[in-house]
C-alpha cells in the first residue's frame, strides 16, 4: 500500500480527496491535515510515502512544508497540488524537494498516477505550466525585494514598511523602485499584481 498524507485547508476539497483516494486499491490516506504548521509533525508520526501538498494554507505554505519534508523525512515525496497554477509556484515547489506538481482542476487520474509516479522516483509536472515557466524565465527578485513587495500588498505606506521590517524609508523606497523596475511595472501595486500572477511572491 501506498500511504499518502493530505494538507489542503479546505475540508469538502480534503474530504473528497481522501475518499477518492482511498478508492484505490494500492492507495491508503494515512493522515489530512488543514494546517501547514500541522504536516511535518504528522509526517514524522505517520510516516507517509507520499505528501500531497496543497501552496495555500494557514501558517506555513505547502512550498515551505515541502522544503521541512525534504529535510526532516527525505523519504516521503512531495506532491503539490494547487489552484494557483504560477510559473513561480512550479519553480519554487522544486527547489524546495517537491516531485510533482499539478493544478486541480485536472481528473483525479491524474492525480492517483501522479501519485504512483513520483513514488517510483519519476518527476510529473502539469504540462502547459511546464512550458509557462520556462517561457517566464526564473524570479528576478531578490529575497528583500521579495519582503518588501509582500509588505506592500496591503497597501501599507513607505515608513509602515519600513517599521515593519526594520528598514530606513529610503531603502525601502530603493528595493520598491527595483522590484518595479524588474517586474516592468509602472508602480507598486502593479508589481505586486506582476510578482503574485508570476508566482514570485
Known amino acids: 500500500m501506498i500511504r499518502v498524507l493530505l494538507a489542503e485547508d479546505q475540508g469538502m476539497m480534503r474530504g473528497a480527496l481522501a475518499l477518492l483516494l482511498d478508492l484505490e ?3 491508503e490516506v494515512v493522515a489530512q491535515v488543514a494546517d501547514g504548521a ?3 509533525p504528522t509526517a514524522l508520526e505517520t510516516r507517509p510515502d507520499v505528501a500531497v ?3 495555500e494554507m494557514p501558517n506555513r505554505t505547502g512550498l ?4 521541512d519534508l525534504r529535510r526532516d523525512l527525505p523519504s516521503c515525496r512531495v506532491l503539490i497540488v494547487t489552484t494557483f497554477g504560477r510559473p513561480g509556484y512550479l519553480r519554487r515547489a522544486m527547489e524546495a524537494g517537491a516531485r510533482g506538481f499539478l493544478v486541480k ?3 483525479i487520474e491524474d492525480l492517483v498516477s501522479a501519485i504512483r509516479r513520483v513514488l517510483a522516483g519519476e518527476q510529473v509536472v502539469d504540462p502547459a505550466l ?4 520556462l517561457s517566464v524565465g526564473p524570479n528576478p527578485l531578490t529575497e528583500r525585494e521579495r519582503d518588501v513587495l509582500a509588505a506592500a500588498a496591503d497597501g501599507a505606506t513607505v515608513a509602515d514598511i519600513a517599521v515593519r521590517l526594520h528598514l530606513s524609508e529610503s531603502t525601502v523606497r530603493n528595493y520598491l523602485s527595483s522590484a518595479i523596475g524588474k517586474t516592468g511595472s509602472r508602480n507598486r501595486i502593479e508589481a505586486v499584481g506582476a510578482a503574485r500572477q508570476n508566482g514570485w511572491l
Open 53 to 55: 501538498l496543497d501552496i
Open 105 to 107: 482542476d485536472g481528473p
Open 130 to 133: 511546464a512550458t509557462a515557466a
Open 64 to 67: 515551505d512544508v515541502a522544503a
Open 38 to 40: 500541522e504536516v511535518l
Open 25 to 27: 486499491d494500492d492507495l
